[in-house]
């Protein structure tokens, strides 16, 4: 699975013809395919992409179904504008928007409720990696949001180092990998049955170049990608990277 997050980048007719130029590149039939754009692009890109074999995701939702709740934006109102995912907790919303762990949990259980798989987000910043904090950082982060929710595998779990973050410096295949197989190791341990199943991306500077070695890690099962995501032919080549025979 691949799944592109457009961040709060564009225009409308730049979401047009990033469309088109998805539409054009053929992206591989056995890769699932997701974009994320900003809010306002959802609709027209969801038409655009009506008969691709394309997934459209938001980039955050609120928990409450409606309300007095100025500038959010509900589940409803995301399957209404043609999503299938939505992206929950990155790390920009924790860092910048102080969302919390408890905040991703509801959000996360709000759309699988309402039938969107929530790719949920989940890393560590430079300081924690350095002090040797990165695997229990993720321990909490996944046990808030796992706490909140029946079925881990319903969702996606996508690990993105902060630090790795539209810095142009990935996590290294080996230093990734450590991480997916702690997390599907997690997820054991709450319910055998379900680690197999869940797909954990990795997100964090995946450009064509990389896509291919960190792909082929044993637990990497795709890629979160943002930057990269704004190129069609870019986002379309670390799409066939993932590709598995
Ligand atoms: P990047 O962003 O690919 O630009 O590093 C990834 C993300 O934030 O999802």
Redesign the pocket.
């Known amino acids: 699975m691949v799944a592109g997050?457009w961040k709060m980048n564009g225009s409308l007719s730049m979401a047009s013809a990033l469309s088109t130029g998805l539409l054009d590149a053929a992206l591989p039939q056995s890769v699932e395919t997701v974009v994320c754009p900003p809010f306002p692009y959802l609709t027209i890109v969801a038409e655009a992409l009506r008969d691709a074999a394309i997934g459209i995701g938001a980039q955050d939702v609120y928990f409450e179904s409606d309300g007095a709740f100025t500038g959010e934006v509900s589940t409803t109102m995301l399957t209404d504008c043609g999503c299938s995912h939505v992206i929950i907790g990155?790390s920009e919303r924790r860092a910048l928007f102080a969302e919390s762990d408890e905040a991703v949990g509801r959000k996360a259980d709000a759309a699988l409720t309402a039938g969107l798989t929530p790719i949920i987000c989940v890393g560590e910043t430079l300081e924690q990696r350095e002090r040797g904090e990165t695997l229990a950082v993720i321990d909490a982060m996944l046990a808030a949001v796992t706490a909140a929710i029946c079925n881990v595998a319903d969702a996606v779990i996508a690990y993105?180092p902060v630090w790795?973050?539209?810095t142009g410096v990935t996590a290294s295949p080996e230093q990734a990998q450590e991480v997916h197989a702690h997390i599907r190791g997690f997820i054991r341990n709450l319910d055998a049955g379900q680690a197999d199943r869940t797909r954990i991306l990795y997100?964090?500077?995946?450009k064509p170049g990389n896509a291919a070695e960190l792909f082929g890690q044993p637990d990497i099962d795709g890629g979160?990608?943002?930057?990269?995501a704004l190129k069609a032919e870019d986002f379309a080549a670390i799409c066939r990277a993932a590709v598995t025979d």
């Open positions: 997050n990155h993105e790795a973050i539209g997100g964090g500077s995946v979160l990608i943002g930057g990269a």
